[in-house]
């Protein structure tokens, strides 16, 4: 990785297993490489993987969210 080479992905769980990270940091989900995701997106995945809330609590906060960015953000 060093000279600029991605792991096999035998490679990369040992990485992810040995540093207690989650793949879905490591994975680029957007159309082209360096383009960034959505906010709300982005929101969405923080709120679901938030081991502190449940999956209703996640939803909910993720409508008030989303209703309050629609209202506020630059058009």
Do not use: C
């Not at 709300?40 to 923080?46: E, K, L, Q």
């Amino acid at each position: 990785m060093a000279q600029g080479k991605r792991p096999d992905v035998d490679g990369l769980a040992a990485l992810i297993s040995w540093s207690n990270l989650k793949a879905d940091d490591f994975v680029l989900r957007t159309g082209e490489a360096g383009e960034k995701p959505e906010t709300m997106a982005m929101i969405s995945t923080y709120l679901r993987s938030d081991k502190n809330l449940s999956a209703d609590a996640a939803q909910a906060l993720e409508s008030i969210i989303a209703a309050s960015y629609r209202q506020l953000r630059s058009k």
